[in-house]
């Protein structure tokens, strides 16, 4: 029986080392943060070339659903309220959230995606919450 050198023992034990992605240059500042925040909550492998451009999707309508909830937020607080212009910002509100829905679905990044339909069950059969009807 051959003994095993140490440069083939060396090879054996290499790790490979996956780097994060980076967020693309077209990108603005806040947006490439939040790129950075959600490619740092999932495993470094995660997020391959081909889902790059729904991870830029993701953070831009992120930053833009930040912006119209605080255009909300200034026209909550006019006196009176421009009901037409809320209405305006709501819409525009619902459709930023409806795009980061279907767009976290995709990459598998939201609550719904992480969680199987045993371990939802268990959580909560474990809550320490108790019901008004318990």
């Known amino acids: ?17 996956v780097r994060r992605p980076e967020p693309p240059l ?6 490439s943060d939040e790129w950075a925040a959600v490619a740092s909550a999932m495993p470094a492998d995660w997020f391959t070339r081909e889902t790059h451009s729904l991870l ?3 953070c ?13 937020d ?19 509100q619902a459709r930023e ?3 980061m829905k279907a767009l976290a679905s995709a990459m598998r990044i939201s609550q719904q995606a992480s969680y199987t339909t045993q ?7 474990g809550r320490a919450v108790k019901r008004p009807w318990e």
Not at 119 to 125: D, E, S
């Open 74 to 92: 200034q026209e909550m607080s006019r006196d009176p309220v421009d009901i037409v212009s809320l209405d305006k910002l709501l819409a525009m």
């Open 60 to 72: 831009r309508h992120t930053c833009d659903a930040r912006r119209i909830g605080q255009l909300v």
């Open 26 to 31: 077209n990108l603005t500042p806040d947006q």
């Open 1 to 17: 029986m051959a003994r095993t050198s140490a440069a083939a023992l060396e090879v054996q034990g290499a790790v490979a080392i």
């Open 97 to 99: 959230t409806s795009s």
């Open 56 to 58: 830029a999707q993701w």
């Open 119 to 125: 371990k939802a069950g268990t959580q909560k059969a």
